[in-house]
Every structure is written in structure tokens, then in C-alpha cells.
Antibody, heavy 120, light 108 residues
Framework: QVQLVESGGGVVQPGRSLRLSCAASGFTLSSYGMHWVRQAPGKGLDWVAVMWSGGNNIYYADSVKGRLTISRDNSKNTLYLQMNSLRAEDTAVYYC?????????????WGQGTLVTVSS | EIVMTQSPATLSVSPGERATLSCRASQSVSSNLAWYQQKPGQAPRLLIYGASTRATGIPARFSGNGSGTEFTLTISSLQSEDFAVYYCQQYNNWPPYTFGQGTKLEIK
């Protein structure tokens, strides 16, 4: 059964750091493009970053470039999002999502999400 | 960046009736469009990809149509479990991948 489970969210002060994890099961993480998508409270979906299956191609939304870093550990079949210099506007539920197929562009499945709150 | 615009923001429909949701792209995305359903407190769920292909396990009452800049999601006979927020997403020109702002489908 294909499953994604996020963890690592919490309350953090502005300017501090946090690392989110997304543990994959039922498939090999490195064989698929993997994304992070976030959703601010009461708002819509906002794409954050992607790491392609080869691991060399990584892209970010302009709003997070230079502050958030996507990575993975193939031995643990886990995706990460390192979040530095956090701002209030980064407050959101963060979802990891797999591409539905190889180089497809749609997201399926999604994890259950982990809430990050940036507040002093 | 391609801007996706969904209409209406809220749609009130009675159970058993048909619902039609619209999504417009600021430039052509060919057929590279997906639809998702999100219920309160849950992650989004893929319904449609390639503008018209139902994802695995999605009931036949859900159908997608369109290409270029105009797309629709139709739910032929609304069931109670269909009341949710629906998002469209383009994956033709990226980064960034972009979503519409969502349509809330509520019970009339």
C-alpha cells in the first residue's frame, strides 16, 4: 500500500529553523518525482518544491527559494524539507505528494500533512 | 507563471443534482490539468488528470472536460460525500505548478 507520512511540524519563532520529514512506504521514493505543497489556514494549495527522481533536478517556488531546501535519504525512503529563516507567512499545513507516475505532473498520493506555525 | 481561476467560489447544489465547476488558465495548458477534492481536515485527493482521465477508484459520476484554457469538472448526481472543496492544477508550464483558488461545493 502506497503511503506518505509527514512529521516534524510545530510552533517555531520567526527566523528559526525546522525540518519536516515525509516517510514513504509501498514504493521506492527515489523512483518518483516528489513534491511539497502547503496550505495556509483557510486558504488554497500552494506548490513549494519538487525533487525529480534522479535527484539532480530540484525546483522551488520563488517565495521559498534560498530558505527552504528539499532533499531525500534513499536508505530511509524519506523526503525532507529543511526550513530556514522562517516567516509568519510560512505558517501552513505542509503536504508531501508523489507524482502520479514517472514525470507526470499530477500529485497522487498525498500525505496527511503536518502543521507548521511561525509565531513569536 | 500560469494563473488558474476557478468559478464560482461557492456552488450550492441539492443532492442528486448535477454540479459543474469551471477552471480557466491564463494561457494554454494543453490537457495538462488535474482536479482534486479536499474535505475538511483531510489531504487533497486526486480525481482527474490529463483533463479527463479519472484516477483509480474515482466513481464514474465525476467527469472532466476541456483543453487549452477552459476546463470543467462535472459531478453528475451529487452524493452527500461529494460536498467538499475542489481544486484544479496545471502541470504544463512549471515551475511553478499552480492551483486554482478552489470551489466550495455546498449542500443547498
Amino acid at each position: 500500500q502506497v503511503q506518505l507520512v509527514e512529521s516534524g511540524g510545530g510552533v517555531v519563532q520567526p527566523g528559526r529553523s525546522l525540518r519536516l520529514s515525509c516517510a514513504a512506504s509501498g514504493f521506492t521514493l527515489s523512483s518518483y518525482g516528489m513534491h511539497w505543497v502547503r496550505q495556509a489556514p483557510g486558504k488554497g494549495l500552494d506548490w513549494v518544491a519538487v525533487m525529480w527522481s534522479g535527484g539532480n533536478n530540484i525546483y522551488y517556488a520563488d517565495s521559498v527559494k534560498g530558505r527552504l531546501t528539499i532533499s531525500r535519504d534513499n536508505s530511509k525512503n524519506t523526503l525532507y524539507l529543511q526550513m530556514n529563516s522562517l516567516r509568519a507567512e510560512d505558517t501552513a499545513v505542509y503536504y508531501c505528494a508523489r507524482e502520479g507516475g514517472i514525470a507526470t505532473g499530477w500529485f497522487d498520493p498525498w500525505g496527511q500533512g503536518t502543521l507548521v506555525t511561525v509565531s513569536s | 507563471e500560469i494563473v488558474m481561476t476557478q468559478s464560482p467560489a461557492t456552488l450550492s447544489v441539492s443532492p442528486g443534482e448535477r454540479a459543474t465547476l469551471s477552471c480557466r488558465a491564463s494561457q494554454s495548458v494543453s490537457s495538462n490539468l488535474a482536479w482534486y477534492q479536499q474535505k475538511p481536515g483531510q489531504a487533497p485527493r486526486l480525481l482527474i488528470y490529463g483533463a479527463s482521465t479519472r484516477a483509480t477508484g474515482i466513481p464514474a459520476r465525476f467527469s472532466g472536460n476541456g483543453s487549452g484554457t477552459e476546463f470543467t469538472l462535472t459531478i453528475s448526481s451529487l452524493q452527500s460525500e461529494d460536498f467538499a472543496v475542489y481544486y484544479c492544477q496545471q502541470y504544463n508550464n512549471w515551475p511553478p505548478y499552480t492551483f486554482g483558488q478552489g470551489t466550495k461545493l455546498e449542500i443547498k
